[in-house]
């Protein structure tokens, strides 16, 4: 069970040019294209005369052309040509889904295209402001279900554990998180204050190893974007009120893991800075530590996921770190019950 009235990241933007590309999203099968003038477009992934793949074929112009016996498809996912005939059946016609490129990522919208307003994507404009520098990263294909990913975000006391080499420190467990819940949004914050930076801040700041005020404030919104707000200042500096203007470095995390099925996913990530922004060895730095933190998380989901199948009844305890992941749950939970109460009076 899905949210379908949202917008989902269906790919970067690099993957989509003159090739079809194919992708599980959601648990359908998805081609996506561009036109001529750049816009991406989104189809149903299964030609209606005999169930080729479209993404088989080739884009010719605006249209896609399946690699089969030639019908050729235009942005809305009609049936434009059928090769040696002159009429064009009725019901030839593919699902489009409502398509769009925005911050660096390509969204796409699985449910009632009318309700597709692209206001409604995360408003994540650090990816294309010129006072920040971005990393996008690659797509990670992780062997979970998606909503283990936003528990692993909003549990940032994993770092302790887990991300040791990079972005971790012991002291984090030391520090309580505080969770809010919003109309639509779950806020976790958590400040480890006066003490030493992890490796990756210690070495972008130029702080070293003099103590540091470090925040880590964690949105999530439905159905999975978890937008982080990172950063440090030496100790003492900021006024733990949020992120400070002015002070210390500030990293933007930018998380959408889209499902697969339901026992895998998509996770798309970016980062971005507004310190040392044109210095290209920062820029490799952060690529590969975050690339290298995430990829410890891919493992480690995967091995979770694997054993919440062997046992699925299994009883789990919760402990404080679980709240607010926990209230994400709760928040998409409550998203899916209401569109199954409103889609009979849609029909
Ligand atoms: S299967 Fe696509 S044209 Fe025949
Ligand atoms: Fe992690």
């Given at each position: 069970m899905y949210i379908r009235n949202a917008w989902y990241v269906a790919a970067f933007p690099r993957e989509v040019g003159e090739r079809p590309l194919a992708r599980t999203l959601l648990d359908e099968a998805v081609v996506l294209w561009r036109l001529p003038d750049g816009r991406p477009i989104a189809l149903?992934?299964?030609?209606?005369?005999?169930?080729?793949?479209?993404?088989?074929g080739r884009v010719v112009g605006d249209r896609l052309q399946c690699g089969y016996h030639g019908l050729e498809f235009d942005a809305a996912g009609t049936c434009v040509r059928v090769p040696g005939q002159a009429t064009i059946p009725p019901g030839a016609r593919v699902r489009a889904f409502p398509c769009v490129e925005r911050w660096g990522f390509i969204w796409f919208w699985p449910g009632d295209p009318d309700d597709?307003?692209?206001?409604?994507?995360?408003?994540?404009?650090?990816?294309?402001?010129?006072d920040w520098a971005i990393n996008p990263g690659p797509v990670l294909y992780v062997r979970c279900n998606y909503q283990l990913i936003t528990d692993n975000l909003q549990d940032l006391s994993h770092l302790a554990y887990v991300h040791t080499r990079t972005?971790?420190?012991?002291?984090?467990?030391d520090f309580p998180v505080k969770t809010e819940r919003e109309d639509g949004l779950v806020r976790s914050t958590r400040w480890t204050v006066d003490s030493p930076a992890p490796p990756l801040f210690a070495t972008a700041s130029g702080y070293g190893d003099r103590p540091v005020d470090r925040w880590q404030i964690v949105e999530t919104t439905p159905p999975c974007h978890t937008l982080i707000h990172a950063g440090c200042a030496l100790?003492?500096?900021?006024?733990?009120?949020?992120?400070?203007?002015?002070a210390g470095i500030h990293i933007k995390v930018l998380n959408a893991p889209t499902p697969e099925t339901s026992g895998a996913s998509h996770y798309f990530y970016a980062h971005c800075w507004n310190?040392?922004?044109?210095?290209a060895d920062l820029k490799t730095l952060m690529f590969d530590e975050f690339k290298k933190t995430f990829e410890e998380d891919v493992d480690l989901l995967a091995a979770q996921q694997a054993m919440l199948d062997r046992a699925p009844g299994a009883t789990q305890i919760d402990i404080n770190v679980d709240a607010p992941g926990l209230a994400c749950r709760r928040m998409v939970a409550a998203a899916i019950a209401a569109e199954a109460d409103a889609a009979p009076r849609r029909a």
């Open positions: 149903e992934d299964r030609c209606c005369h005999r169930s080729l793949p479209l993404s088989m597709a307003d692209p206001a409604l994507i995360p408003n994540w404009w650090w990816a294309t402001h010129p972005i971790g420190t012991g002291a984090i467990v100790a003492g500096v900021a006024d733990r009120c949020g992120p400070p203007d002015g310190f040392r922004q044109h210095d």
